[in-house]
């Protein structure tokens, strides 16, 4: 299309502001629109950022359906309760394979979450990306 890739933008912003690198992050929660053409370019962006099957990813909003102007909030309530109980919460009513350069968790997957990277995209080209850190990890620390 000529536009930039404004999602990785967004993911590398959040990093950088973070001071953490791609490999310091333990999961992606994704924004997951549903829609084939929006979802093929999510995945693109965490491939072109943490390389195939680079980190853990789940789509929170594939249990509630999508929330409009509250999904955002939701991922990062979820994420937050993620990285306090240490688990990645399941992707559901997908297709396994249907993502093979993700590594799309589809049942929960216990885990030591630090730092996690949180998505939100909207119509008219909204792209949002969040680090969401475990109480006492410092700026740069995984």
């Keep these: 299309s000529g536009r930039p890739p404004t999602l990785r933008t967004a993911i ?9 690198a791609p490999g310091d992050i333990d999961a992606v929660f994704a924004d997951g629109a ?8 999510e995945a693109e962006a965490l491939t072109d950022v943490f390389g195939p099957s680079g980190v853990p990813v789940t789509v929170p909003k ?4 999508r929330l409009y ?8 309530a979820t994420a937050l309760l ?5 688990v990645v ?3 559901v009513n997908v297709e396994p394979g249907s ?4 590594d799309l968790v589809l049942e929960a997957r216990p885990a030591d979450l630090r730092s996690v990277l949180v998505l939100a995209r909207g119509h008219g080209g909204f792209n949002a990306a969040l680090v969401v850190r475990a109480p006492g990890t ?3 620390e995984r």
């Design 62 to 65: 594939t249990m509630t359906g």
């Design 82 to 86: 993620a990285v306090r109980d240490g």
């Design 34 to 41: 549903g829609l084939p053409a929006d979802d093929r370019v």
């Design 12 to 20: 590398e912003t959040a990093l950088a502001d973070a001071g953490l």
């Design 99 to 102: 993502t093979p350069e993700l």
């Design 69 to 76: 102007s509250g999904a955002a909030s939701l991922d990062v």
């Design 89 to 91: 919460p399941p992707t």
């Design 138 to 140: 410092a700026e740069g």
